[in-house]
């Protein structure tokens, strides 16, 4: 069977849509209409929030909703901005993370998607040392990994410039150092460019990849649990994170890419298309869907 492909529905809320976001009915019914195989769910308002959902008779609606526009559930993308890991208990973080990790289970959803929140300086402001930093971190996921494991669920994590904890070799290690098989990585193709190849938002020493984001999948072998498609011009979003540019808006070769990233061991079946930030995201989900489409039909037979 072929891969399926979803996308982030945080695309239609964050940045520029943030005053003015579509509705999660509004973009089920679009890409319904385009013919999408999932979606990638925003843990964030106004889509779908633990507290948008409360109870399993919601989610189960909410489940129904999704399978009558014939679209799976490929990961939900959970709001941990109130339990930043490098400096929150671990029992109020295992709490937060319980509440989502619920939703996931009741929905059906496959995987949970975590970050440090942290922004990338968060050390070298003083407002925590490294190793505690870097313990505690993996001390969170470590537990997080485990009760995801026990409910059936990937727990992966997505690296990238805006955040602590941003050069290769940290990622590696943070695997090593959660050292749980449940615990993997979320490959977003602009952020292992920006992060490989520009080094973008790094505190310094500053850290390059001979080779880019193709030889950053490569350190990641049986460890890529999730991936995000997107292309990348080199730039930041608002100085902040990534700028997702659209396919062929940028500089990435996802003909050397894609063979990359399964030869890195990549199997499972969703590829998820990002355009987090974009400015008219709504207006390119149609050409991305056509993109991958290509990319599927070259390499996700």
Known sequence: ?????????????????????????????????????????????????????????????????????????????????????????????????????????????????????????????????????????????????KMAADAGIKLVWEFEPGFLFNKPSEVVKMIDAVNHPNFTILFDTCHAHMCAVVAARQPEPKEKLKGGAVAFAGLLKGKIGHIHLIDSDNTLHDNETSTHAPFGQGVLNFDKLMPAILKAGYTDEWWSVDLCFWPKAWEVTAKAKKVLDGLREKYGK
Not at 9 to 14: D, K, L, N, T
Not at 37 to 47: N, Q, T, V, Y
């Open 1 to 145: 069977m072929g891969k399926k492909i979803a996308i982030g529905s945080w695309a239609y809320c964050f940045g520029p849509y943030s005053k003015n976001p579509v509705g999660l009915d509004e973009t089920i019914q679009k890409l319904k209409e385009l013919k999408f195989d999932g979606i990638e769910l925003c843990g964030f308002p106004p889509h779908a929030t633990p507290e948008a959902f409360p109870n399993k008779a919601s989610r189960k609606a909410l489940k129904a909703k999704l399978a009558d526009a014939g679209l799976g559930i490929a990961g939900y993308a959970a709001n941990f901005m109130e339990v930043p890991p490098a400096v929150t208990p671990k029992a109020k973080y295992e709490r937060v993370f319980k509440k989502n990790l619920t939703l996931c289970k009741d929905l059906g959803c496959p995987k949970i998607r975590v970050d440090t929140v942290s922004g990338p300086f968060f050390v070298a402001e003083g407002k925590a040392d490294y190793a505690t930093a870097f313990k505690n971190t993996a001390a969170a996921w470590a537990s997080g990994a």
